[in-house]
């Protein structure tokens, strides 16, 4: 067993061998620039540390803005190469949004952006700088949300849609399946390209080729629709109302609306457009028989009713009512997701019983921290205290057993992808100061026994 104050070291040190001296890298070789999600993340772990840095890691990114709204799933470092597909796939300069000087992606990823700069002006000790970042970046945040709404919620109906499976962060997660397999892909709709990542990391762990072609399919429709949302929407086979991406711009809304009412701005449309999102989610993406929020196909016109641990976060945006809160978790503790005997380390992102399930392989099984981070957060917040410390304490024997790996297996808890991964060392961070009775290791479950 470590002390707390030496995990929390050790989860700082990840930090600062990512650290580039302007953001953080998600992990030293696989992805050596700026990811969007990550940064949130990552500031979410600086803030305990070095509030400059957590500031630093949004405004890095938010300089790569577009000019219509648009935060970029990446931000590319022109002094890192190794990252497949890089700038000259994108072709970006196709649009006249993006930014001249700066090399982006073309999608998105889940905006978790808000939420995290609230948190570091609500953490901050230098008030007037953490005030001084938040006058700086409330604009911008603003106008993220609203190339969301008008770009993404095309027909009003408070629920935004993405384009791209990286748009979710979870890549080649169960959900997509049928999606990919509706693509079908001619001989000379096959880009060809070499992918890197399968030479840094084992190959069982990352997606499949089959899954590569179609992501970059999609890019390459992107490009020569030359990132016209219009023509995009009208010829991409793959429009998603997300559980996750919409969960996340809910609770991102609510703290752009606490920021706004900070700042002695107007924070009602905010708070009313959370409030829209809310109330769409539980209207149109849950399953009151099945118990669960699903992710809704517009191509089809159809539920994806594939079960990811995902399925579970609206609790982290308090939209389910206490009602459906208690079916949740009853769901999560039924199915195989959470696992109070320690059979399992819970969440593992895919439910185990699920058709192909892989302990392995990416977003279709494996446990990743962030999405433990917000299960825990969302069941703090609907007082579940016992699971939300059940999952504290499994997290701490992850990284203490296995160090800040990418992802772990579900059963083993070995870890996974890439090693030094910042998000789980910085969500740690997070977890170890504000919640330290939970991630208290020897602990024991007030109900029944934690992972051993
Ligand atoms: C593609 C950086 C990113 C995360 C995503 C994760 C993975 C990229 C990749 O790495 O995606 O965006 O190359 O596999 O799925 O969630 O943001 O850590």
């Not at 700026?34 to 500031?43: G, L, R, T, V």
């Not at 945040?141 to 935004?160: I, S, T």
């Not at 084992?202 to 219009?230: K, N």
């Not at 389910?320 to 593992?348: I, K, M, T």
């Amino acid at each position: 067993m470590r002390t707390t104050t030496a995990l929390r070291e050790q989860a700082c040190q990840v930090l600062e061998a990512n650290w580039t001296g302007r953001f953080t890298k998600p992990a030293p070789r696989l992805y050596p620039h700026q990811w969007s999600w990550d940064a949130a993340f990552i500031a979410l772990g600086w803030m305990h540390e070095d509030q400059e840095r957590a500031q630093q890691e949004l405004r890095h990114l938010f300089r790569a803005q577009w000019k219509h709204g648009l935060v970029p799933h990446i931000v590319f470092d022109r002094r890192a190469r190794g990252y497949f597909p890089g700038p000259g796939v994108w072709e970006t300069h196709r649009s006249p949004d993006a930014p001249a000087r700066i090399a982006t992606s073309g999608i998105v990823q889940p905006p978790v952006h808000a939420t995290a700069a609230w948190a570091i002006y609500q953490q901050a000790r230098d008030r007037s700088a953490a005030r001084a970042f938040l006058e700086e970046l409330f604009p911008k945040l603003a106008a993220w949300h609203d190339y969301l709404f008008r770009e993404r919620d095309y027909y009003g109906e408070g629920l935004v849609y993405i384009r791209h499976p990286w748009e979710s962060g979870m890549d080649n997660a169960p959900l997509w399946d049928g999606i990919a397999q509706r693509m079908h892909l001619n001989p000379g709709d096959r880009p060809r390209y070499r992918r890197v990542d399968t030479t840094l990391v084992a190959e069982a762990d990352r997606p499949t080729s089959a899954e590569y072609d179609r992501y970059l399919y999609l890019v390459r429709l992107f490009a020569e629709a030359g990132y016209d949302e219009a023509r995009i929407r009208e010829a991409c086979p793959f429009l998603v109302q997300d559980v996750l991406f919409n969960t996340l711009l809910c609770r991102a809304e609510q703290d752009l609306a606490e920021i706004a009412a900070e700042l002695g701005e107007d924070s009602e449309p905010f708070r009313q457009r959370a409030c829209r999102v809310a109330e769409a989610v539980n209207r149109k993406l849950w399953d009151d028989r099945r118990a669960l929020y699903f992710d809704y196909d517009l191509v089809l016109d159809r539920p994806i009713w594939v079960r990811m641990a995902a399925c579970f976060t609206p609790l982290f945006a308090g939209i389910p009512d206490g009602l459906q809160a208690a079916r949740l978790v009853s769901h999560l503790e039924a199915s195989g997701f959470f696992n109070w005997d320690g059979s399992c380390y819970s969440v593992p992102s895919y439910d185990p019983n699920g058709l192909g399930f892989s302990p392995v392989r990416y977003w279709r099984g494996p446990v990743w921290i962030n999405i433990n981070w917000l299960l825990i957060e969302g069941l703090a917040r609907y007082g579940y205290t016992e699971h939300a410390a059940h999952l504290c304490r499994t997290v701490r024997l992850l990284v203490e057993r296995n160090g800040f790996y990418e992802y772990y297996h579900p059963y083993t808890g070995e870890g996974h992808g890439s090693e030094q991964f910042s998000w789980t060392a910085a969500l740690v961070m997070d977890l170890l100061a504000r919640r330290p009775e939970w991630m208290q290791w020897g602990v024991r479950s007030t109900r029944r026994r934690a992972v051993a």
